[in-house]
């Protein structure tokens, strides 16, 4: 009996796939969450802070696969809570690397890069942090703080404070360090920063990630269901960190954390360093086409958006446009066309925009150029 | 029974009609344009400027007057070219005012006001000029220029420049005065200027608008079909002048017209004087509800947008905002929550924003004001 | 102007949120499940065969009740196996009736009746059985399967038969009776058949329910989510099964159950015995409006279906329709407007329709009346 | 974090372009009438009734031919009507073949052909019909009724009976035949009678057509907007005669249509007579896949259906289907999923179908045969 179930079990699971991968025929591609690379770089789409029902989430760890599969992530991590165990009296696992293990076996077949993680779950300060690329979760289950962040460094992890924001524990909303937060950054135990948790930003935290030389981070926080807290068939999406990657590998991810080579997508917006952020965008924008016609002195331009960001722009040209007032939106994974008034038919003419919607400090925007040849 | 193959997918029967019947049913709600009353004055959404088999149009005039049903426009003006009459061969009709007899008798059943129009049709200077609120088309049908404007002031029409920036009359799409417009303008004989026709806003037209005090303008100047012109059926719509008026009179329109009290919405934009467009986003956007949670110091709000614009804003309150980053769109027809880092709990609360897809001159734009109380 | 060029059409500016926050704004409306009362009884929405990780299912019990409160549904039942226990090495959960426990906490605040079940998971004969109704799910984990169907009987359960056209134990998917089935049924043990089971319905399962007088059920059998299985974002629903009540409470569900007053709703097929389907079929269709137009012979109705089903029509009327072939669809709430050559004027009409996307007995589908007076 | 509020759900930000850009692009091809080829003849989407405001249309012959490219036809017909002319006063053309001219000037860019028409507008008998591929309109403009059919017999014109179930010529909308009917049909006058005409189908109109072997018709008669009258945005779509031709050019169509190789398709019917229908249907429904699992006796079809139409099916096979009930509806343009109850394993399953939706006679449905190999 044991064994017939088994396999039914098997064979169910291999029924799923299938499943999954018809729907994605349809599916996937609409919700697919896509980013074009960057020169050098893999653009990797990841999701480090997730719960199950091995801490307070309400699915079992093949649920979180199935969403990031149908959402095309290239990597997430599991990171149920430590030290807080509501469902203890169901789940009295004493093994903390279990949630971990059920996603990577379910993710096996796909090419989905789980990563294990853990979140340590203390009053502020420290505050939540994850820790991932972990070895062992088990071994970060201890009382004393500085000795879960030592394990953690002992463990390689790379480590990132979350929700620095949170209200809960912030009751102003507002991201501050402590000291306790500069001690753990200066002995390279905190590697990280949420400037993005669930469905908040945070300026404040952004600026700390600056002056204290962070990586930016975005993450879901999930504890229900993706689709329906991010309300995903109409469009919406999870807050993402976006990573610049040398391969397709946990090693490379793990690499570009400790190099803060992320932007964060959250919303309708981008927010990073520059250094990351103009290279995303300008493989995201770029002018297709360029004429003009007959002796008009009109340059019409078909600006291509390679990507799921609506693009806000100002314009900062010394030209102005014909076909738009100053601020237009450009649609996410369009063809838009634009007329500019050059005053005379130029041979190469370069744009400058201001990307309203892209963040490179708080209240602070990039500014980017497009040029065409005629 | 436990797990089992899933054959059937996202291809299995779904209800078919749902989401079309939805739609039928609410389609003329759905492609109606509709603004907010400002304080003292009705909000009439009009089109001065449209075309029909009587001159180079595709179509009769009870067409025209059917797409304003659609569009639930409260005033339109049948211009046709006076001079240009290239379905002479076919149309010989010597009454100019037979297309606004035909459209007039054709709306007589419905609220919809419609003006007796022509267009002036001449090389640069002056171009095209529309005239409105005119007795009688065929006496405008003479051959002295000057004569045609004295003959529309005659018969107290109100005149407006068509697009002063059209490249088969400049080169470079640059609007610009001459000195036969300024003289019209001194003598009374034109009002108003188109800083949107069909596809195209210039800043230029609109800077001579200011320096001139010409009343605001824009226009469909439609030829073919709204419907297709302006890709109505996936949300799009025909350039319209929005008129403040005291009543809902062919009289209160002409007499708005002449006190210059509109704005013009085109695209996604909203242009005008800070004096109608002010109020116009005032009654568009609102707070509904403002709460404070427990002793968090963080101020939710429910802003209701009550029109069809995506209004694309800047925060410049000193406040950081808890859930966006400064730059947001508030989607037209929609309640949107917003959070704010008020950082103690106000009594009353006052949020400053730059509204970034209305302009009250080239290239700037106006800031609102929005207050709650706790 | 004359003619222009128009370069921008469809990928001009469109206002972007329209058709989106519709959609958003009445998502709970959209896919709940919603049937009209009858003469004599509500109808009330049920699915009383559910899984979660407290046997073989993916979600906490949690999920089942968001599932269903997005479905609108009025009762449920979780009925987790009671023998098979494959999360047993994270759950050694030693009390059957806990996912109840906790959909029933989670449930208290909502109009939403959480009924406790379990599965009796047993090789064929008997296959699988759900008892529901029951007192102590605990009481049922025994050895002898006489027994444990005695032991539902004592807890005054209401016991139905399980998909028992399942593959895995019927390897032609035909389900036929055996002796232990009839002497369940002989010792009122065992009272209702699963004519539909997730993605199969089973028109012999349905033949037995007739010739046994058992209730016809219908259930989802969800082990992963409803969004995804049934593709509820496209228009699809789980399978439920409507139980005609006197009042809104589990007595009156369970009273209804053991006396048959249900029907089945799958994809788009309703199937009952004609006593129930019959009444539902016209609480659903009606003529709203009949008019004749001066003289002409023509009835010209408003046909309204006040219910989430496409009825699939055939007119067996002695007329034949103006504006329709002799079959067609008569999409889920709307008006629907059809026109009949009635020769001439008539007092009153009555047309007969055989509804054939409702089933009542295997390939029989019910004819109906639908009566109109001028 | 733990538990947070989750004020934000589906109002926050959503991606607002992904929907809507994806229609767009999509738009030419969405509205598109496609019908599979069927062995031995192209399968030509046409509309030979259409009016203009050469007579009593709306517009100028330029939008029938811009609405046809939208449509994707492959021929069409103006049709003007020669007795009646309502704009007269303002369209005196004395050259009735005007409209025709226009229209195939506009088309000649694109591959769409047009052809010369002319409805022959008189009282009941013979009421209106409408002469196409004549020489020369004007020639028919002439009082007696029988020399104007002699004059379209010797202009080798193909003609047919337009809306014989019209009201305002039959009170009770029954279409039945008169002498002068007979005459013309023997005299080989009258080849063809319209059983759709915009908004009507007639099964009595069908019976004379089977009866006196006519050429079956279907027809939009538009005088407005196709758009509008038939609501296409939402899907719908105007009737449509499919013809079947050798070649694609205007003598094949001639040819076939006095060959009487049409099938007629309205709102979701296909109309003709078998021998035209079941190739058609073949064409449009095929299996793509059949399989069995492991040792099970289900066999799982892929159906393709290749067309625009949503197929009503009653599977008259000597199997029950697992999947549906016996009357199930295969979308448009989709791979459904089907299975089938075989008993054993079969080498060859062959299916029968009753298509609901076509009609090869009043009230009478074709079967088909699907057959697969395994």
Redesign the interface.
């Known amino acids: ?1 044991m064994k017939k ?1 088994r396999f ?2 098997t ?3 291999i ?2 796939a299938t ?1 999954i991968f ?2 994605s025929q ?2 996937q591609h ?1 919700r697919a969450i896509r980013f074009p690379d960057v020169p050098g770089y893999l653009t990797m789409v990841c999701d480090f802070h997730q719960h199950t ?2 801490s ?5 760890p ?2 979180r696969v ?1 969403e990031a599969l149908r959402d095309s992530l290239d990597a997430i991590s599991i990171t149920d ?1 430590i030290e ?1 165990q ?2 203890k009296a ?4 004493p093994d903390r690397n ?1 949630s971990y293990e059920i996603a990577k076996d379910h993710a096996k077949a796909f090419p989905l890069i789980v990563i294990n993680g853990a979140e340590i ?1 203390r009053a502020m300060p420290p505050g ?1 942090c994850n820790a991932i690329f972990i070895e062992d979760a088990n071994a970060l289950n201890i009382h004393d703080v500085d000795m879960v962040f030592a394990e953690a460094q002992h463990q390689q992890a790379f480590v990132f404070w ?2 620095p ?4 524990q912030r ?4 991201a501050h360090m402590e000291p306790m937060h500069k001690r753990l950054i200066e002995a390279n135990q905190l590697q990280g920063i949420e400037i993005v ?8 935290a952004f600026q700390i990630a600056l002056d204290y030389n962070l990586t930016l981070m975005g993450t879901s ?1 999930i ?3 993706i ?5 995903v ?5 999870r807050p993402v960190t976006l990573v610049f990657t040398k391969e397709r590998t946990a090693g490379s991810v793990k690499e570009a954390l400790f190099d803060r080579r992320t932007v964060v997508w ?4 981008l ?1 990073g360093r520059e250094k990351e952020l103009l290279p995303l965008i300008h493989a995201c924008l770029s002018i297709e086409k360029a004429d003009y ?1 007959g ?4 340059a ?1 331009l078909q600006i291509q958006n390679n990507s ?1 960001v ?1 693009f ?1 722009l ?1 314009n900062r040209s010394p030209y ?10 450009i ?7 634009l ?1 500019i ?1 050059t ?2 038919q130029l041979d190469t003419l370069t744009l400058t925009f201001e990307v ?2 892209a ?1 490179i400090a ?2 602070k ?1 990039p500014r980017i150029l497009l040029s065409a040849d005629f």
Chains 1, 2, 3, 4 share one sequence.
């Open positions: 009996m179930y039914l079990s064979l169910a699971f029924n799923l499943v018809a729907q349809n599916h609409e029902v091995f307070d989430g309400s699915v079992w093949s649920i199935q809570h807080h509501p469902k169901d789940i009295p696992h279990r779950t939540h979350n929700h924001d949170w209200v809960s009751r102003d909303g507002i948790n669930e469905f908040t930003y945070s300026d404040e926080d504890h229900g269901l689709d329906w807290d991010y309300d068939p109409s469009g919406g999406h959250y919303k309708n917006n927010i016609w002796t008009d002195a009109i019409h799921d609506d806000i100002a102005s446009l014909q076909t738009e007032s100053d601020v237009l939106i649609p996410q994974n369009s063809t838009y066309k007329s008034k005053l005379s309203l919607n963040t708080p209240g925007h």
